[in-house]
């Protein structure tokens, strides 16, 4: 192995404390940063990750709710609940867990929730502040991805060539325009791309998004580049594993994430970071 590691549970405890003491900091002044988690219906996967949020609430100190409802909820009954959490004073984050049932449109949903508490930075205003450069919410799995690259002394990455593999609304898209704000040369790659090596081996970082395994692969990867896997796949074994074919590339790669303990708990992270974030400005505001 020639990468270094980016350890996302180390990096991630560290930040962690920087939320806790913050949020005691608040607290003092009388005002507890809250998060509301939405879930609708029963996927297993869903409910894994919401308990791992709202676990993570606790230690840092948030005042959290959890809301689960049937997969029968009605997407008028859904909206009703987010109107009352945006008006919520307890509430400074609103998170509904994707995916939702199919009779509910996930779009509508999203844009119901108010951009003040959108921490997940999924609301189009949200993408727009990102893309214009204005104070928004950042989605937290790219905004957790650019943390890495800070924790590496990336934090500019003027000369540098970023690729994103990947051009969803809540990873891509976002990443390619945090890239672009730390003043990378970005290349957004897809599956219409003709020649998808030919553009990851000319990166000095590159960021996989696609939900596939084995997107990237050794010889795709120029020598000491960074590594970043936000993929979330199940091996024949049914392990937890990234886009990235990790023991090929950790031989090429300067510094690469692992999946599980990489890009993940980072995300959990950064949206404490956002929820601590919306409550500050509730606190400055009140000033
Ligand atoms: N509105 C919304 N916001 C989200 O941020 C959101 C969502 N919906 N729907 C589902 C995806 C998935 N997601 C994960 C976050 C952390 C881990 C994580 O911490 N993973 C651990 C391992 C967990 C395990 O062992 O299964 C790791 O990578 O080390 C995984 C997945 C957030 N999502």
Redesign the pocket.
Known sequence: MTAQLID??ALSKQLRAEVAQRAAALTARGLKPGLAVVLVGDNP??A??VR??VKACEDVGFHSVLEKYEATLSEAELLARIDALNNDPAIHGI?????LPKHIDDHKV?EAISPLKDV?G?HVASAGALMVGEVGFK???PYGCMKMLESIGMADLRGKHAVVIGRSN?VGKPMAMMLLAANATVTITHSGTADLAAMTRQADVIVAAVGKRNVLTADMVKPGAVVIDVG?NRNDEGK?CGDVDFDGCKEIAGFIT???????????TM?LVNTMEAAERVAAAAA
């Open positions: 996302g549970n996967a869903s894994v990750y791992n949020k998170l509904v867990q994707l995916p999203i997940d999924f989605a937290c799995t809540i979330m937890l692992p999946v599980p303990g990489g890009v993940g708990p980072m995300t959990i949206l």
